[in-house]
């Protein structure tokens, strides 16, 4: 029995495998990179990974997110920055004089996460750093990323500004990043906001705070739960 099904699936299964389509060529998704296509970028790199598992520690793997991220691509900024430094949230990246120009002809070519990586680049430093990195922070908020708005809030907060809308946007959350929001939420719920108390409480029952874990709490979820509801929050009543 066990050789005819070796011989069963010898005779149907090789044919199939003889069909499968060849991988696409490269080049030209290569030379569309290097026009300024990004997502040609991701594509040929993805072609590329499919046939050779190492390919992304290569200088040519790196070199293709390098592109996707100088010409605006989203997900090549983040790619590249996470091959490139071990802890994207630390206040220094050693690779900041190679990285901070890319980050910046992202941004100028619509990339709202770009934009939030190159605001970082300017937090610790003089005020006139943080002026200019709250502008790229609030450009990337401005474009839909959440992240940007956390970021904006922070530095908004170290030059002594209200930082109140920003974090509200934060908080709120219109698109999923990386940067914890639950301060932001802590903030604009203490103002009276219910859409922040139900975020805020939302995060406690979940143990997630973003692309985050934190601990779970269910007594403080039931309170903001309700906070919520007294606020107007629809969504929170009853929970």
């Given amino acids: 029995m066990r050789i ?3 011989l069963f699936f010898s005779v149907v299964l090789a044919p199939m495998a003889r069909a499968q389509p060849e991988s696409p060529d490269p080049a030209p998704f290569i030379a569309a990179c290097e026009a300024g296509d990004g997502f040609s970028c991701l594509y040929a790199y993805g072609v590329q990974q499919r046939a050779d598992s190492r390919f992304w520690l290569t200088d040519e793997g790196v070199a293709l997110f ?14 590249f920055e ?22 910046l002809s992202g941004c100028e070519r619509g990339s709202s996460m770009a934009c939030w990586q190159a605001a970082g680049f300017f937090e610790d430093g003089s005020v006139a750093d943080r002026e200019r990195g709250e502008a790229l922070a609030r450009q990337s908020c401005e474009a839909g990323f959440s992240d940007g708005c956390a970021r904006q809030a922070d530095l908004l907060a170290s030059l002594g500004r209200n930082a109140l809308e920003a974090s509200r946007a934060a908080c709120y959350g219109n698109r999923v990043g990386r940067m914890r929001k639950l301060g932001d939420c802590q903030v604009v719920c203490a103002e009276g906001d219910g859409t922040a108390c139900y975020e805020l409480a939302l995060m406690y029952h979940r143990g997630r705070d973003g692309a985050q874990t934190m601990r779970r709490d ?18 929170a009543c009853g929970r």
């Fill in 66 to 79: 390098v592109r996707g991220c100088e010409v605006g691509s989203d997900r090549a900024c983040w790619v």
């Fill in 82 to 103: 996470r091959i490139n430094t071990p802890n994207p949230y630390g206040p220094i990246r050693y690779d900041r004089e190679r990285y901070l120009p890319i980050a």
């Fill in 218 to 235: 269910a007594g403080q979820a039931r309170e903001l739960f309700a906070r919520a509801c007294e606020l107007g929050e629809e969504a």
């Fill in 4 to 6: 005819f099904l070796i």
